[in-house]
């Protein structure tokens, strides 16, 4: 089958014929249908993570298909069904997984990143642990329109919905405009909230307005984002996401939060912070301001997104760009480097 392979960091991925995925007894295979390109992806390809790639590893987190393969061991999903698959695969039988944190799993795997879960940027995907990975989406979705689900739509509405707690009628600043933070800005628009969206780049402002922010804020006409946030939100913002993960978008999101304000923090650092930026910690104590984790969600709760998108509240498809090839892979994560995506691209030929 065909995939597109790691080779080396900040190189062109290698687009060739590998084998296809062996079935594990408690596996499915599916046909790879859609794909998204994540930043995480590019975190990844510039050397960001915390763990290595390695050359030969098939990329790609963000997969809708349908089920080819079914291993013996497998009881709930079957052959023909229709699937998205978190980035973050888990085991099902862990402590945080049977407490409900399946997405902060003990034996989690981040898929298309390690060698023990090859990725979805290829013709087929392997799903280890299948009842409990799989999630088998509604009628009448697409698979390109499902492509960003299992990361970043998922994340962003675990942050706002679960972590923190955006209520009709609170502010919500979203400091990032990406693929994550355009889902932040459409699903805290959803959940009743005004949204405050943040970016350098009017494009992406433009689209944060189409999904619902009430105001923008290009980042790259004012040396003071916080204040602008704290101008119009009238003294602050209740909820505040780094949908990005450098210390400038970092500290702005903490500094626009009004009293008793929650940071959410979804972005994961780059290189040049390392896993670590600092706060500004008395301002945090003087509010009372929350500086809130989040990482993904937990497969067994993306329901509460799909009663969202039949009852017409959100709509995952409003944030892809355009679709692309497995050949144009290369080329999209060269483009994020200077921040030149917009919303996000899907990779829908394989
Ligand atoms: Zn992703
Ligand atoms: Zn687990």
Same mark, same amino acid.
């Given at each position: 089958?065909?995939?597109?392979?790691?080779?080396?960091?900040?190189?062109? &991925? @290698?687009?060739?014929?590998?084998?296809?995925?062996?079935? @594990?007894? %408690?596996?499915?295979? /599916?046909?790879?249908?859609?794909?998204?390109?994540?930043?995480?992806?590019?975190?990844?390809?510039?050397?960001?993570?915390?763990?290595?790639?390695?050359?030969?590893?098939? !990329?790609?987190?963000?997969?809708?298909?349908?089920?080819?393969?079914?291993?013996?061991?497998?009881?709930?999903?079957?052959?023909? %069904?229709?699937?998205? /698959?978190?980035?973050?695969?888990?085991?099902?039988?862990?402590?945080?997984?049977?407490?409900?944190?399946?997405?902060?799993?003990?034996?989690?795997?981040?898929?298309?990143?390690?060698?023990?879960?090859?990725?979805?940027?290829?013709?087929?995907?392997?799903?280890?642990?299948?009842?409990?990975?799989?999630?088998?989406?509604? @009628?009448?979705?697409?698979?390109?329109? !499902?492509?960003?689900?299992?990361?970043?739509?998922?994340?962003?509405?675990?942050?706002?919905?679960?972590?923190?707690?955006?209520?009709?009628?609170?502010?919500?600043?979203?400091?990032?405009?990406?693929?994550?933070?355009?889902?932040?800005?459409?699903?805290? #628009?959803?959940?009743?909230? =005004?949204?405050?969206?943040? #970016?350098?780049?009017?494009?992406? &402002?433009? $689209?944060?307005?189409? $999904?619902?922010?009430?105001?923008?804020?290009?980042?790259?006409?004012?040396?003071?984002?916080?204040?602008?946030? +704290?101008?119009?939100?009238?003294?602050?913002?209740?909820?505040?996401?780094?949908? &990005?993960?450098?210390?400038?978008?970092? +500290?702005? =999101?903490?500094?626009?939060?009004?009293?008793?304000? +929650?940071?959410?923090?979804?972005?994961?650092?780059?290189?040049?912070?390392?896993?670590?930026?600092? $706060?500004?910690?008395? $301002? !945090?104590?003087?509010?009372?301001?929350?500086?809130?984790? *989040?990482?993904?969600? +937990?497969?067994?709760?993306?329901?509460? /997104?799909? *009663?969202?998108?039949?009852?017409?509240?959100?709509?995952?498809?409003?944030?892809?760009?355009?679709?692309?090839?497995?050949?144009?892979?290369?080329?999209?994560?060269?483009?994020?480097?200077?921040?030149?995506?917009?919303?996000?691209?899907?990779? =829908?030929?394989?």
């Amino acid at each position: 089958m065909r995939a597109a392979v790691f080779t080396e960091y900040g190189e062109p &991925l @290698d687009v060739r014929n590998v084998e296809k995925p062996d079935l @594990d007894p %408690d596996g499915v295979v /599916i046909e790879t249908e859609a794909c998204g390109i994540c930043r995480s992806d590019w975190h990844g390809w510039m050397n960001d993570l915390p763990y290595e790639l390695e050359a030969g590893q098939i !990329m790609g987190h963000e997969p809708a298909g349908h089920v080819v393969e079914v291993g013996e061991e497998v009881e709930h999903i079957r052959e023909g %069904d229709h699937v998205a /698959i978190p980035f973050n695969l888990s085991d099902g039988t862990c402590p945080m997984c049977r407490n409900g944190y399946a997405n902060i799993c003990d034996d989690g795997v981040s898929l298309g990143f390690t060698p023990q879960a090859p990725g979805a940027w290829a013709e087929e995907l392997h799903v280890p642990t299948a009842d409990h990975n799989a999630v088998i989406l509604p @009628d009448g979705v697409s698979s390109v329109d !499902m492509a960003g689900l299992g990361c970043r739509f998922m994340t962003a509405f675990h942050g706002l919905a679960h972590k923190a707690d955006v209520s009709a009628g609170d502010w919500v600043a979203i400091h990032g405009c990406g693929g994550v933070g355009l889902s932040a800005v459409h699903i805290a #628009d959803a959940l009743g909230a =005004s949204v405050v969206a943040v #970016d350098l780049f009017d494009e992406k &402002l433009d $689209l944060a307005t189409d $999904l619902g922010a009430r105001a923008t804020i290009n980042a790259s006409e004012t040396d003071d984002v916080p204040g602008e946030v +704290q101008g119009i939100t009238n003294g602050g913002a209740d909820v505040a996401v780094d949908a &990005l993960g450098i210390a400038t978008t970092c +500290q702005n =999101s903490v500094r626009s939060l009004g009293k008793l304000g +929650q940071h959410v923090q979804i972005g994961i650092t780059t290189a040049e912070e390392d896993g670590e930026i600092s $706060l500004p910690t008395d $301002l !945090m104590v003087r509010k009372e301001i929350e500086f809130i984790g *989040s990482l993904g969600m +937990q497969p067994a709760r993306y329901d509460e /997104i799909f *009663s969202m998108i039949e009852a017409g509240k959100v709509d995952p498809s409003k944030i892809i760009s355009e679709t692309v090839s497995l050949e144009d892979t290369s080329e999209k994560l060269q483009a994020m480097t200077d921040y030149e995506t917009v919303g996000i691209p899907v990779i =829908s030929e394989f």
